[in-house]
């Protein structure tokens, strides 16, 4: 008998990921529910109608809540208390649920499972998989799992929905709620993506100063690339000793004394209520 699963905002950037995925995944039955009409027309392009969610709901033996983090505390008020006993909650991020914003049931599993997107090192031999960058297509990614509330079981049973609904999956990490959020949004966005728009806004900085923008493009991505590779060890270098003094020089130029408490569990706290409201 065929798992029944409800992807809540199946017309969504992820949504549509995850249902592309799904409709290779036939030992799966899954209704769809979008309110948006931009999601809608995209599901419809699919093949793909939108279920009732009093009717669907009420059926699932999972229900993935793939919504905003904005969004997500008040659309599971409406949602978690129309699933049977026993059923799983799967989202997709730690924000919501560290922020205590998603409805709580006793009788239902909580799961979270979130995307690692392919490596910068990872290796593809079709130039399609190599271009798949966020993942789900045909690129290979590992996953971070967390069981959230709940028996084994349902981190069982939510680990092997990720795997289908971000397949190709290399490997299935399981952590907890807080290292999650460690991870996301402490690490990857509060930390590497705006240290990354720094670099993007210094790249835009030297083609106003006249640097021939071929020129920068080859030259910064070719450098971030062999940096990347030399400090996670996916190579036997070292950099220069002219390049490690002028690192130093610029730390403290760069970054306020202090700036690891963004890793505090306080502070991650925090940033994920500038997220959830």
Not at 12 to 26: A, E, H, V, Y
Not at 51 to 58: G, H, K, S, V
Not at 86 to 110: K, N, Q
């Amino acid at each position: 008998m065929a798992l029944k699963i409800v992807l809540v905002g199946a017309g969504g950037k992820m949504g549509l990921r995850i249902t592309d995925n799904f409709l290779k995944s036939p030992h799966y039955e899954v209704m769809y529910l979008e309110v948006s009409q931009q999601g809608k027309d995209a599901l419809a392009q699919k093949g793909i109608s939108i279920a009732q969610q009093t009717e669907a709901i009420p059926e699932a033996d999972a229900v993935i809540l793939a919504l905003p983090d904005i969004a997500i505390g008040k659309l599971s008020e409406e949602m978690i208390p129309l699933m049977k006993p026993g059923a799983l909650v799967l989202t997709l991020d730690p924000a919501a649920p560290l922020d205590g914003v998603i409805h709580h049931r006793d009788d239902l599993g909580y799961v979270i499972a979130h995307p690692c997107h392919p490596s910068v090192f990872n290796w593809e031999p079709a130039e399609a998989a190599f271009k798949d960058f966020y993942g789900g297509i045909s690129a290979k990614q590992s996953i971070v799992v967390t069981l959230m509330a709940g028996a084994e079981h349902y981190y069982n049973l939510g680990e092997q929905i990720a795997k289908d609904m971000y397949q190709p999956v290399k490997d299935a990490h399981r952590i907890t709620l807080e290292q999650m959020a460690i991870l996301e949004p402490a690490m990857v966005e509060t930390l590497a993506q705006t240290c990354m728009e720094v670099v993007k806004e210094g790249y835009d900085k030297i083609i106003e100063l006249g640097v021939p923008e071929a020129a920068a493009r080859d030259f910064v991505l070719g450098h971030l690339r062999i940096q990347i590779a030399v400090l996670f060890k996916e190579v036997n270098g070292t950099f220069s000793d002219a390049a490690y003094k002028i690192s130093k020089r610029a730390r403290p130029i760069l970054f306020k004394e202090g700036w690891e408490r963004i890793f505090d569990m306080d502070d991650i706290k925090q940033q994920v209520r500038d997220i959830t409201n």
